[in-house]
Structure formats: structure tokens, C-alpha cells
């Protein structure tokens, strides 16, 4: 179903399950909620009453003609969602990149969240390119290099690089996938998509996406559950470490960076716990 928020750009938003509500924000930057939707909505459901977004310029939601992919202007994509789907509360569910939107909707707008969930989440973009890059330079036997972490433009063109030269060699599925199925599994679903180059670019070249967003770990005062893949070289294993929450719990799983992939039953049990928590 497409909604349409207040500067008339129409975001694809399904909606299904049970519970507290839960909004569903998908990484990338520029990728979309389906993958995510068809794998983990299966167990997902019987906990939440899941909400899947496309961000706007991705996936099924429309692009801007205007290029508006400001970090404000998709927090208040999700505010325009909420109040349409007459939600008083609800949790916030980030994956990857998804994270940045989670952590700055919980602190802008903490009456509104009930929690957050954070799979595999970045809150420091600059942190998590440079553990790729270095990974990377490992994985091609190559010496590692200074990082340009002050300059953005410097920075990509890097990560590109090494990314390019790792993907020419079929060597950067296992960063992101323990098992070369499962990669499988999310291409079959991704068959169907889309991808909007607009949203990516302005990201990826955005100073503000590229902020430490750690230091609001601290002021976010609800219940948060932390997951994370023991195996994820796309954020680095040992990121959420900088996570300074307050109330979290962490949970970690003998997998890579699509963790809802690798151990489902373990997946479940941890967030029927964590929304038992919260009632």
C-alpha cells in the first residue's frame, strides 16, 4: 500500500502481524523491505504487528524529484507514517543502515518509541567502511593504507575500490553471508527490485550520514535489543561494542551480516523475550 507523507512523495508500507507495533527500516543505503519481509516476517509476526517501509528513492517507494534524502526529512517520513497509522507507540527496527534512522527517530521523538531493535546496525558509517576496507585489503593480501576518514569523497572512492576488486575476485559474498545459499535465497527476492541510484549517491556523499552517532546511545532512555552477527565483516563484529545504551540487551549469533538468515529458532526466542520486556 503506498502512503503519502506531506511533501506528496508516496513510501510503499505493508503491514502485518500481531502485537506492539514494529517498523521495519531496511539498510543499504538504497536498498528496500521485501528480502527482509518474506524471510523474517515468517517469525516475526507471531511477536510484532510488523510495519515494512521503503525509504523514500528506494525500492517500491518513489524517488524525489528533488533528491530530499535528508536524515531529517526520512525521520519525518516515519513520523507522517506513524501518525497516518494512528500508532501512539512503537518499536523502532533498523538493519545495517536502518540503524542511523532508528537511533535519530528514538531521540527525536522518545514518547512516540516503545524500543528499538538493532540488527547488524552501523551508528558510525566512517567506522564501518573503514573495517571493510582494511578487511578487504587483508582478504586481496594487500598492505593496509592510511584511511581518509575526513574526507568523504576520498573515503568511498576507497571502499569502492577495494569493494570492486574483492567482487572481481568472488570475494565479498563472505562478508556479508556465512553460507553462499542464503545469498542465494535475498537474490531470488531481489530479482523484483529496482534499484534507485539518487538515494545511494546523496548518502554516500552526505557529510551528515557520516556523523558519530554513538554519542546518542546514551540519551536513549528505552529498552533496546542489539543484534548482532559474530561474523559480520560488512559492520565489523565488534561495532556494537561502541553502543553506549543505557537499558540494552545484546545478542549474538554465530552469523554474518543477515542475521534473521542464519538462526531463526535462536532469532525468535530472542525477540519474544525482548517484547515481553516491554509489556
Known sequence: MKRTVRDGIQLNVERSGRGIPCVYLHGGPGYWSKSFQEIAGIILEEHLDMIYLDQRGCGRSDPDPEEHYSLKKLVD??????????????????????????????????????????????????????????????????????????????????????????????????FQFMNPDNKKIIDRIDQSLEMKSSFQQYVFSSEEYFKDFTPLTREIEKPVLVITGEHDHAIGPDHYRTFQFPHSQIMKINGAHHTYLENQRELEKGIENFVKTMM
Open 77 to 174: 517520513d516515519l513520523e507522517d507514517i506513524r501518525q497516518q497509522l494512528h500508532i501512539d507507540e512503537w518499536v523502532l527496527m533498523g538493519h545495517s543502515f536502518g540503524g542511523i534512522l532508528a537511533v535519530n527517530y528514538a531521540d527525536q521523538y522518545p514518547e512516540y518509541t516503545k524500543g528499538v531493535i538493532l540488527f547488524n546496525a552501523t551508528l558510525n558509517m566512517k567506522d564501518s567502511l573503514e573495517y571493510q576496507i582494511q578487511k578487504g585489503l587483508r582478504t586481496l593480501q594487500l598492505p593496509s593504507v592510511e584511511i581518509p576518514r575526513d574526507h568523504i569523497e576520498e573515503l568511498t572512492a576507497l571502499f569502492n575500490r577495494t569493494l570492486e576488486e574483492l567482487r572481481k575476485r568472488d570475494l565479498y559474498d563472505s
